[in-house]
């Protein structure tokens, strides 16, 4: 199993529409988990970090469930320019790093 | 703040030639990493520095060294450039402690072809 799974995409999907997103990872003992979000030709930036009770900013949803060992990311009212890759991402038990997914395409048509 | 910051934003090299990827950042953060990143491969960890004064590898160091002399400076070497090394190099800064993993910043990447 890869230590972080994604659906690559791409997902097309017409301005206002809801989309969700999943990710899966391998390490049971993981503690840290981020939404990044990455425009073409640019470095990742941060979305959002993933708590185990869930949390929201704004139309930006991320759940966790431990025991299935997957992330999810729900984008409401999408905007063209929410276009963009979304990486999930998960810790290294016992080590400061971080393991990116490859990272799932999306494209907002308006 | 300008965060992290990396020069070269591009660089050309030929095969056996030799360079060095600044990065820098502000935030008094104690960890620092270089990635680089492929089509289909995602961000793959070259090396670490948890902390000034110390690095460790990442998962594909090969061809590469680092050195962490200073809190806010991360250098990266090519000793002897391949064209396998073509590729889009990002750094990035946390606040990590050996042992905890924080959220990543990271510079706007130096995009390297090696001819």
């Known amino acids: 199993r890869k230590e972080v799974e994604q659906d690559p995409g791409p997902f097309n999907v017409p301005e206002g529409a809801t989309v969700a997103f999943n990710c899966t990872y391998s390490n049971s003992a993981s503690q840290s988990f981020f939404w990044y979000r990455q425009d073409c030709r640019k470095e990742p930036k941060l979305l959002m970090s993933?708590?185990?009770s869930g949390n929201e900013d704004g139309r930006f949803t991320a759940q966790l469930n431990r025991a299935s060992q997957y992330i999810s990311l729900l984008i409401r009212d999408s905007k063209l320019s929410d276009s963009a890759t979304y990486l999930c991402?998960?810790?290294?038990?016992?080590?400061?790093?971080?393991?990116f997914g490859k990272g799932t395409m999306l494209l907002v048509s308006p | 703040n300008a965060g992290v910051t990396q020069t070269p934003k591009f660089q050309v090299l030929k095969t056996g030639q030799s360079m060095t990827l600044q990065c820098a950042q502000d935030?008094?953060?104690?960890?620092m990493y270089w990635y680089r990143q492929d089509p289909g491969m995602g961000l793959r960890l070259i090396y670490y520095?948890?902390?000034?004064?110390?690095?460790d590898k990442g998962e594909v160091p090969d061809g590469y060294n680092v050195s962490r002399l200073k809190k806010q400076n991360f250098l990266l070497g090519l000793e002897s450039a391949a064209p396998s090394q073509t590729s889009v190099y990002f750094c990035a800064s946390s606040y990590g402690l050996a042992g905890v993993a924080y959220e990543q910043y990271f510079g706007p990447g130096t995009r390297l072809t090696v001819t």
């Open positions: 991402v998960v810790n290294n038990r016992g080590y400061s790093t971080l393991t």
């Open positions: 993933v708590y185990s």
């Open positions: 520095s948890a902390s000034e004064g110390t690095t």
């Open positions: 935030m008094n953060h104690n960890s």
